[in-house]
């Protein structure tokens, strides 16, 4: 493994973890809470926990990133990508996983990312607290000269 990194979405976490009560107290004042009332309490639960982090791995042949417990997995061979750049994104993007005109964004917290170009997939861009490890090791990975060994 080159890299590995969890950043954890104390944010995405916390907003949804704080909907829970919120929810329930409004359908207990509208008169219970019911089939829907716990429908809702329970795809926020589920929410808080697959979008609570995202993890980044490096490894010798690809790139793989996912969700939580291993939530929306992506695999990217590192023979198909062509450049890494790192940027910022605009707070309008938001956190979690969303279309913008720059690709597709996955990210739990923060502005910073890194962009990604891959062979097929056009760009896409991952948010990280460690927008430099991430494309130092993506570019160490992608080097073809020796590295003294892993």
Request: aromatic share 14%.
């Amino acid at each position: 493994m080159r890299y590995r990194h969890t950043q954890v979405g104390y944010v995405t976490g916390g907003l949804t973890l704080v909907a829970l009560p919120l929810i329930y107290y409004a359908f207990k004042a509208e008169g219970g809470l019911g089939a829907f009332g716990y429908a809702m309490l329970s795809a926020f639960g589920i929410l808080a926990v697959l979008f609570s982090s995202l993890t980044v791995k490096v490894t010798d042949r690809e790139l793989v990133f996912y969700f939580g417990p291993g939530f929306w997995e992506r695999r990217f061979a590192l023979d198909d990508i062509g450049s890494v750049e790192v940027v910022r994104n605009s707070p309008l993007y938001g956190w979690g996983i969303r279309y913008t005109h720059h690709g597709w964004l996955y990210n739990v917290s923060g502005l910073q990312a890194v962009e990604v170009t891959v062979r097929g997939e056009e760009q896409l861009r991952i948010g990280t607290d460690e927008p430099e490890a991430l494309k130092h090791a993506l570019e160490a990975a992608r080097d073809p000269t020796p590295s003294g060994g892993d």
